[in-house]
């Protein structure tokens, strides 16, 4: 069973930062398309932001300047940068990876292996 495994979650102030990591298979991490997602409390889960195996990413419109996804390929692991968090962005985060190639836009069914999630909690 492919596993994907998120860390980095937390608790901070509103302006902190905090790094999500995702460690995922090296099959998985070099050939599939890999993103993040977060439900809040009583929502549906949303994309964050996504990253194609050549590098290039997209993001929600809400987050675009604020979070930094990437990918450290000597490690097989997936990285969120958040900065100056704020209150609406406490969700449990979730890395995920589809075969296809995506963006935040691609329908959360189209990916095929999904992390435990990790906690954000943002306080005022």
């Known amino acids: 069973q492919v596993q994907l495994a998120e860390s980095g979650g937390g608790s901070v102030q509103t302006g902190g930062s905090l790094r999500l990591s995702c460690a995922a298979p090296?099959?998985?991490?070099?050939?599939?398309?890999m993103g993040w997602f977060r439900q809040a409390p009583g929502q549906e889960r949303e994309g964050v932001a996504t990253?194609?195996?050549?590098?290039?990413?997209t993001y929600a419109d809400s987050m675009k300047g604020r979070f930094t996804i990437s990918k450290d390929n000597a490690k097989n692991t997936l990285y969120l940068q958040m900065n100056n968090l704020k209150p609406e962005d406490t969700a449990t985060y979730y890395c995920?990876?589809?075969?296809?190639?995506?963006?935040?836009?691609?329908?959360?069914?189209?990916?095929?292996?999904w992390g435990q999630g990790t906690q954000v909690t943002v306080s005022s």
């Open positions: 090296e099959p998985i991490y070099r050939r599939y398309c």
């Open positions: 995920a990876a589809s075969a296809y190639v995506c963006s935040v836009l691609t329908p959360q069914s189209r990916f095929d292996y």
């Open positions: 990253i194609v195996s050549d590098g290039i990413a």
